[in-house]
């Protein structure tokens, strides 16, 4: 956004004018064309829905009709009571005579077949009797072995419907065995025998499903049973097993109709669902509508084109127009670039009575209040420069100061007031050290005993009392460090991390030499900082977080890491390590100064190569 912002204020006069206004053109346009695309792809995609909706609902209600023909047929055989006689007497191996079986077949039999053959639905109702035992009068009544070839006859218990299988019954039947089937199957049962027999009443899976096996372009369908299998009418159909997942995957989880739009693999498509409660399953019809969106897409695309060239042409024809109306204030620029060379004495003539005209007389008008402001300016300076030297000069004398000091001194020793004497002492050495114009750095040491006088003051605030201890070896103490730079940090530990507690305490100095650094470690055993308040603080160090306003706000240590960074490099300066209600530790590490000059030192370790910083532990 602000590459944007930039490019457009570098932008001429014109050039913004034809922008400005090609963009007021073009936002409304994109705006009204995108509803209208949307609307339209909207519109492909319900009028798709409402085509699914109404194929899923002549599908109800052929898969209704064709279920309940199903299950009649079932009862009209369980109510059969001639055909439930001959069954019970086979099963108990009780003899049949020649005559019954005759009249059994002519009557009884020729009933059934005449039922099965007048239902065009039916693929055929067969009765499977529980023995061989049994004489076959096809197409009803069969052998118990005729059974035992289909395949759902493995699981001899199992009843309900079964799916898309072949007929078997007879090894070389071939009118119908390319065919697929489903069937409802009903054990028979008597009350004194038991099972004695199992009814087939089953229909082709096409005259079940029609849906299955329509060839129409774009849709395809399949059966999902509530075990997980999935039935699809034509068998090279290309759909991958993940596509499946996905569609399956959003069936309702009540059983309702519904039809959605999803998109699955970059497709986008027209699911419906139709739960069939009675088959212990759901039809689901898929309508692939990607080349119609594609089409609302291409449309969309040419007319993008279109715009984009006649945006082009309009912006030519604009610019021009702009830069025409604008001829006059170039002239005007041109004046003025001559006055930004220092050229006050230039005069815009031949000014109209335009708004441009008018801007030509203003700025004459102005060149010449500048030159009578400039006038005015030098005798301001003068007068500035006098009133600087005179301030100065009233400048309090700062040995005054110290003299002051060491009179209220050695009075309060007359009266034998020790603690108000050494107080001042401290006062004195603290306001020499602070007021003393140093051109460089200062040692270690000096600055230790700054903050010895600091903390004798700061003692006689608190009921409570800040231990100062110290282990600094010699060679330390005599490296160089920007003055006021560890005070800073040891005032950040009490107010900070001490005050707040009130209760006797200490602050630990520490100095030691570590690959060729100086560090310096103050540690306070105060009331310590969550990692999320020192990772703040850290950041406002280095000036990614604004540290402006408030307390607390890791100004002073941000001015002691710039100082520490403008004395010996990006190097050095200063780490944060803390642990809420133990301590907070603050780790300086500047260069070896002690034996040599800044520069020397800084010689050294470029020529031997060595640049590193090393990460300083807590």
């Known amino acids: 956004m602000k590459k944007i912002a930039d490019f457009l204020r570098n932008q001429k006069l ?14 409304p346009i994109s705006i009204m064309s995108s509803v209208l695309f949307y609307i339209m792809e ?5 009028e798709n829905q409402n085509y699914m909706e109404y194929t899923m609902q002549r599908s109800r209600d052929s898969i209704s009709n ?6 009649m047929s079932t009862q009209f055989f369980l109510s059969e009571e001639t055909l439930l006689e ?3 007497k086979t099963k108990s191996g009780e003899e049949i005579h020649r005559d019954e079986w005759l009249a059994f077949k002519n009557y009884d039999v020729a009933s059934l077949e005449r039922l099965v053959n007048n239902n065009p639905l039916l693929y055929g109702v067969r009765v499977y009797a529980e023995t061989d035992e049994v004489q076959e009068m096809m197409p009803i009544l069969y052998q118990n072995s005729r059974m035992e070839r289909q395949i759902w006859a ?3 218990e199992r009843s309900g419907w079964m799916f898309n299988y072949y007929d078997n019954i007879f090894s070389s039947y071939s009118m119908n065995q390319n065919r697929k089937i489903v069937s409802l199957v009903t054990p028979v049962v008597d009350d004194i025998n038991g099972r004695i027999g199992t009814i087939e009443a089953a229909m082709t899976m096409e005259n079940m499903f029609p849906s299955l096996y329509e060839s129409i372009e774009n849709e395809w369908s399949f059966f999902h049973t509530t075990n997980g299998e999935n039935y699809f009418g034509d068998e090279t159909l290309e759909v991958s097993d993940s596509m499946l997942e996905l569609i399956v995957a959003r069936l309702p989880k009540e059983e309702e109709e519904c039809t959605k739009s999803v998109k699955i693999e970059k497709q986008n498509l027209i699911v419906s669902y139709m739960p069939v409660k009675e088959l212990s399953g759901t039809l689901i019809c898929v309508k692939n509508i990607t080349q119609n969106i594609q089409e609302v897409y291409k449309v969309r695309n040419v007319f993008i084109i279109v715009l984009a060239l006649f945006m082009g042409v309009l912006a030519a024809f604009i610019n021009q127009i702009v830069h025409g109306l ?8 041109r004046s003025i670039r001559q006055v930004q060379k220092g050229d006050l004495n230039v005069v815009i003539e031949n000014c109209g009575k335009d708004e441009m005209g008018e801007l030509g007389t203003q700025i004459n008008t102005m060149l010449e209040r500048i030159r009578q402001l400039m006038e005015d300016n030098l005798k301001r300076e003068m007068l500035m420069k006098n009133s600087e030297i005179r301030a100065l000069q009233n400048q309090i004398n700062a040995h005054f100061i110290y003299n002051v000091l060491e009179s209220i001194k050695m009075m309060a020793e007359i009266d034998e007031e020790y603690a108000i004497s050494d107080a001042v002492t401290s006062l004195g050495k603290l306001l020499r050290y602070s007021m003393k114009w140093v051109s460089g750095n200062v040692l270690v040491e000096q600055e230790l005993e700054y903050i010895k006088d600091y903390m004798a ?8 009392e800040i231990y100062l201890s110290l282990n600094m070896p010699e060679i330390v103490l005599k490296q160089e460090i920007p003055k006021m730079s560890l005070q800073p940090i040891v005032e950040n530990s009490i107010y900070h991390g001490i005050e707040q507690m009130a209760e006797d305490t200490n602050i630990y100095i520490k100095g030691y030499i570590e690959n060729g650094d100086c560090i310096i470690e103050i540690t306070d055993a105060g009331k310590g900082m969550t990692d999320e308040e020192v990772e703040k603080l850290r950041l406002k160090i280095a000036g990614e977080l604004d540290s402006n306003g408030g307390s607390g706000n890791g100004i002073g240590l941000k001015n002691v890491q710039d100082r520490i960074h403008i004395a010996f490099g990006e190097s050095y300066g200063i780490e944060i390590a803390s642990k809420l209600g133990c301590y907070t530790k603050v780790i300086v590490r500047i260069p070896v100064t002690h034996g040599g000059s800044l520069e020397e030192q800084k010689k050294k370790r470029r020529n031997s190569g060595y640049e590193d910083i090393t990460d300083c532990g807590r």
Do not use: A, G
Not at 42 to 46: A, F, I, K, P, S
Not at 326 to 333: D, V
């Open 457 to 464: 003051l700061i003692n006689l605030r608190f009921d409570y």
């Open 14 to 27: 014109n050039t913004k004018f034809t922008l400005i206004i090609i963009l007021f053109t073009i936002v």
């Open 86 to 88: 001959i069954l019970n």
């Open 66 to 71: 064709k279920i309940d023909s199903i299950n």
């Open 154 to 156: 493995v699981d001899r």
């Open 42 to 46: 909207q519109n492909v995609v319900e």
């Open 326 to 333: 604008l001829r006059q204030f170039y002239e005007i620029l």
